[in-house]
């Protein structure tokens, strides 16, 4: 399995686990270059996805929280390479990036998803994380909350899988290549209370959709029960079976339903 030469060992207080395979590094970069615009990168570490990136032509900001790793790659990039020392978590977005890229330290995935989902402009993010994170966060065995809340306005795809063994040090999972894409038209207009309805129905009680739209979610039963039997959706369903659409859908039948009285029970 070829190798990049750069990689030095990980700091194992920033969760660094470098990326060394040298065709996956070359998948990543030609994900990338089928996309426009200029590039933010996420922990570039010693540049192995920065230095192919950067062939490109095209501006990238890399943030990289290693200072001494930031230095070093600062001297090996050219002008249309910005390195900046800072955690990415903290880091405010300069100019408009359409593309974000970057090999994600596996103890922040979480973290470093909701930085880029609220990050503004841009319009593809590719990045490596965990294979479970990967499969959830494209509904691929179950969606998470998370997922479920942002389909909507984001839509997620997997890309491919990646053995552990791409990486140094060498973490206990596989990884997986997950692809996000702003959508150009969001399913939902109405953020706020779509994401506290999803909330809802996700931390809700019951033995299926049909009892936590009733009990938890506060929607009257025969807008309930309309809605799972004209979408086939079996009553004993859990909201992680539910795609992007479903979930709009739901939601568009749910706001078109008078609301309920709240601490009226109904049967």
Same mark, same amino acid.
Request: neutral net charge.
């Given at each position: 399995m070829p190798r990049h030469p750069a990689a030095g060992p990980g700091r194992h207080e920033?969760?660094?686990?470098?990326? /060394?395979? !040298? !065709?996956?590094?070359?998948?990543?970069?030609?994900?990338?270059?089928?996309?426009?615009?200029?590039?933010?990168?996420?922990?570039?570490?010693?540049?192995?996805l920065t230095l192919p990136l950067s062939r490109l032509g095209r501006p990238i900001t890399a943030v990289e929280i290693d200072p001494r790793r930031a230095k070093r790659?600062?001297?090996?990039?050219?002008?249309?390479? =910005?390195?900046?020392?800072?955690? +990415?978590?903290?880091?405010?977005? !300069?100019?408009?990036? !359409? /593309?974000?890229?970057?090999?994600?330290?596996?103890? +922040? #995935?979480?973290a470093v998803l909701r930085w880029v989902l609220a990050a503004p402009h841009w319009r593809t993010a590719v990045l490596l994380v965990?294979?479970?994170?990967? *499969?959830? *966060?494209?509904? +691929?065995?179950?969606? =998470?909350?998370? #997922?479920?809340? =942002?389909?909507?306005?984001?839509?997620? =795809?997997?890309?491919?899988?990646?053995?552990?063994?791409?990486?140094?040090?060498?973490? #206990?999972v596989d990884g997986g290549l997950l692809v996000v894409r702003r959508r150009p038209v969001p399913l939902v207009a109405e953020r706020e209370p779509y994401q506290r309805f999803v909330k809802d129905v996700f931390t809700g009680r019951g033995h299926g959709l049909r009892e936590i739209l009733a009990r938890s979610a506060r929607v009257p039963p025969p807008v309930a029960r309309e809605w799972l039997r004209a979408n086939r959706v079996p009553p004993d369903a859990l909201p992680r079976d539910l795609t992007a659409e479903q979930w709009a859908g739901l939601w568009a039948a749910v706001r078109g339903s008078p609301p309920r009285e709240a601490g009226r029970r109904r049967s």
């Open positions: 920033l969760g660094q686990n470098f990326l /060394v395979d !040298r !065709r996956v590094i070359a998948d990543v970069a030609a994900v990338v270059a089928a996309t426009e615009g200029p590039i933010l990168e996420i922990g570039p570490g010693d540049g192995a790659l600062d001297d090996r990039t050219g002008g249309h390479v =910005t390195v900046v020392n800072e955690d +990415i978590l903290f880091h405010r977005v !300069r100019g408009e990036p !359409r /593309v974000v890229v970057g090999n994600v330290p596996f103890h +922040i #995935t979480t965990q294979w479970e994170v990967a *499969r959830r *966060r494209a509904g +691929i065995g179950g969606a =998470t909350m998370l #997922t479920a809340r =942002t389909w909507p306005w984001f839509d997620y =795809t997997v890309h491919s899988r990646v053995s552990r063994h791409a990486f140094r040090p060498v973490p #206990t």
